[in-house]
């Protein structure tokens, strides 16, 4: 926490964006430190000012003064041409010229330029303007509703900042004055660190009158020239209605206003909207109210916004919600072998649900195009060197496949040097190329870049005028946002980076219903029957991870992809493809319909405190596979199968799961020993109703469920 506010503003003598630097502190001791962390933060952000203007306590300024002339440090990060002068305020909030520490600072301070632009990028930094969205409206305290709603307590959370607020408050509180006025009490801060600036020896009497709510029943006093204070307004309706309460409206005054001029004679503090002469970085106007009809209300309680919670909301993922690289690379990559679940990572500490095996991607046409292509479009002549993560053996496989091709194009491979990240890093670097000539740096399978991070560090020491080329195979992060975060490392300032395929998916996340699977096992694993125990030494035996053994089979065989699946493109032979294939296609697609920026707000899958989204019943009776329904559940996070608040929902996926047990020894019920799994471990849940009638139609049917059916069923039904 600093003592001091600083920002960039402009001002008349500075007409140029953030051309002047503003430093305020409050009645707080004088720390050279902040000073100096302060103006460094401010000039890392932009070029330096042309002028820097120090505000400091009255009884403060001798020694700020002196300290600086002793030690400038603080402004070395500002040009020598930068004009620096120090400015005292006293109880009044009158403000001078105390000392010029460098050039030709003006005499008098432009203070109603510092007041507005000051007052709006805090309220900028602090988010105080609220936006509710494509989907939903404010219900403010007037009954109004809103697209937007300012928050002036937001703006107010750090101690100096609270004073740079209280100081223009500072000509209205008056040695006379006995009542302070607060629509809410968040903005009593304000008043306090006001009154500390003061120094008053009478403090007045703080009061709230609680919005809209309170202006009829408070005891305004037509008789006293009591300060009534706004915190935000963007009608300034609320100050027009006080007006006439009072003995003296010009002491009604709003902090923060989004409603143009005031009702006269009331005043305002900060004006937040855009100016581009007088306030460059204020807000544009509103858009236009959203129709409360069509959104969902978020209504003020107390001192917060509390969304009224909406009813259960369903999805059923359908074709336009696939990204586009499920068509385009998935599915001619699908049946090779590609595709691997539930890998132990290398330290066997923890799973992915999906990894690529990048030897058998090596041997694709899709691998061997885009090698081609790479090395035509990206790869240039005057590359010296290459280097990959050598504790990767994917990556070298990788780039093995690249010189190959160079080879085959004719590429002079002499003075190329392949390198691995060790020797970089143990600078056994000898006969390194030009500083200057392009590297290629190759990964395998990426996930967040880790590895071709740490090359690029490593290359900050040993070529930093490179120009980089960051390749890999294939990459999974997370999320798009993730996957941004990683092209703008890699590409600082200048260098590209490129990847066959990018499949967006929480590995770690996606790879729970089997550790909860295992451990639910492993708590058992003295009494369980035989195929369930074979399960268990499965999921806990295979660090090369699953290709078709990921779910549980039906009652005659393992659960296969027919032909015709919705989501690759027609006339994609399935016969072939692995259960791993399967299950990170829905993956992605459920990554997606909660990600992707391209879906529309009525599809996403949101789960927060003012939406619950689930999957609909539908789902599962539109792609009736067994696989696909198996890999639906293994992908959908819990409160995506949570039926609990929705009955229709919940007896759609009950009616399913009971039509299953009748028919368990056909094709339609092959999955399922994988919804009696998903309810056992509580990833799925139905209605108490529909959960008791389940359990009553598997008493009933025990006799026709294989071995690993009937022991969940058992595990389902109360002893």
Not at 174 to 184: C, G, S
Request: with cysteine; hydrophobic share 40%.
């Amino acid at each position: 926490m600093s003592s001091v506010y600083a920002f960039r503003c402009r001002t008349p003598e500075h007409p140029q964006a953030i051309s002047t630097l503003v430093v305020f502190c409050g009645p707080t001791a004088f720390s050279i430190n902040d000073l100096a962390a302060a103006i460094k933060s401010e000039t890392s952000r932009a070029l330096s000012p042309d002028a820097a203007y120090l505000i400091y306590p009255k009884d403060r300024a001798a020694e700020v003064r002196s300290q600086l002339e002793e030690d400038n440090s603080a402004f070395h990060t500002l040009s020598v041409d930068t004009s620096i002068g120090l400015y005292s305020y006293d109880e009044a909030g009158v403000v001078r010229r105390h000392a010029v520490l460098r050039g030709a600072p003006p005499e008098a301070l432009p203070l109603q330029h510092i007041r507005r632009q000051g007052l709006t990028e805090l309220f900028n930094r602090r988010q105080g303007l609220l936006e509710a969205g494509p989907t939903a409206h404010f219900v403010k305290p007037s009954k109004k509703t809103d697209s937007r709603f300012l928050r002036a307590s937001h703006a107010l959370s750090e101690g100096a900042e609270i004073f740079f607020v209280a100081f223009w408050l500072l000509p209205y509180l008056t040695d006379d004055l006995d009542f302070v006025h607060l629509d809410t009490s968040s903005i009593a801060s304000v008043v306090l660190a006001g009154l500390l600036i003061k120094r008053l020896t009478r403090m007045p009497t703080v009061r709230t009158f609680q919005s809209y709510r309170g202006i009829y029943t408070h005891p305004f006093s037509p008789d006293r020239a009591d300060l009534v204070l706004i915190s935000a307004s963007q009608s300034g309706s609320m100050a027009g209605l006080i007006a006439s309460r009072v003995k003296d409206a010009e002491r009604v005054v709003t902090l923060f206003s989004m409603g143009g001029d005031p009702p006269k004679p009331t005043q305002v503090l900060c004006d937040l909207r855009i100016d581009e002469k007088l306030n460059p970085t204020g807000y544009p106007p509103a858009p236009p109210p959203p129709d409360p009809a069509l959104t969902r209300p978020i209504r003020l309680i107390g001192e917060h916004f509390i969304a009224a919670p909406e009813p259960a909301r369903t999805v059923v993922p359908g074709l336009k919600h696939a990204p586009t690289v499920i068509a385009e690379k998935i599915s001619r990559l699908q049946g090779q072998g590609i595709f691997v679940a539930y890998k132990a990572d290398a330290e066997r500490s923890s799973r992915r649900a999906i990894w690529i095996d990048v030897e058998q991607l090596r041997q694709t046409e899709p691998f061997k195009e885009w090698v081609e292509k790479t090395v035509i479009r990206e790869i240039p002549a005057s590359v010296r060197a290459i280097v990959y993560p050598d504790k990767d053996t994917s990556a070298k496989s990788v780039a093995d496949a690249l010189i190959e091709a160079i080879r085959r194009h004719g590429g002079d491979l002499k003075n190329v040097t392949l390198l691995g990240l060790s020797e970089i890093e143990q600078d056994k670097t000898a006969g390194w190329p030009v500083s200057g000539s392009p590297i290629v740096i190759v990964g395998g399978a990426t996930g967040h870049g880790e590895k071709l991070l740490s090359i690029s560090r490593a290359l900050r020491r040993y070529a930093p005028a490179s120009h980089r080329i960051f390749l890999s195979a294939a990459t999974i992060p997370s999320s798009k946002r993730a996957f941004g975060l990683l092209q703008s490392n890699l590409r600082q300032p200048s260098h590209c980076f490129s990847s066959m395929f990018e499949v967006f998916l929480d590995r770690a996340t996606a790879s729970e219903s089997w550790d909860k699977e295992r451990d639910y096992l492993a708590e058992l694993d003295q009494t369980l029957p035989n195929t369930v125990a074979s399960r268990l030494q499965l999921l806990d035996n295979s660090p090369s991870g699953l290709r078709n053994d990921l779910f549980l089979p039906g009652a005659k065989e393992g659960l296969k992809l027919r032909d015709n699946f919705a989501f690759w493109p027609v006339g994609t032979p399935c016969g072939a493809a692995s259960q791993a294939d399967v299950f990170l296609t829905m993956a992605a697609i459920l990554q997606n319909l909660r990600t992707g920026a391209d879906v529309l707000p009525e599809h996403r899958i949101v789960n927060d405190p003012q939406t619950h989204t689930v999957l609909s019943g539908e789902t599962f009776a539109r792609y009736n596979d067994g696989v696909i329904q198996a890999a639906i559940l293994r992908a959908a996070l819990p409160i995506e199968l949570n039926y609990r608040d929705t009955p229709e929902e919940s007896r759609l996926v009950g009616d399913l799961i009971r039509q299953m047990v009748d028919l368990s020894d056909r094709q339609q019920g092959e999955a399922l020993g994988e919804f009696l799994l998903a309810i056992l471990l509580d990833r799925m849940s139905l209605a108490d109703a529909d959960l008791e009638t389940l359990k009553d139609t598997l008493r009933a049917s025990l006799d026709r469920l294989n071995e690993q059916q009937r022991w969940i069923a058992e595990e389902l039904l109360p002893g």
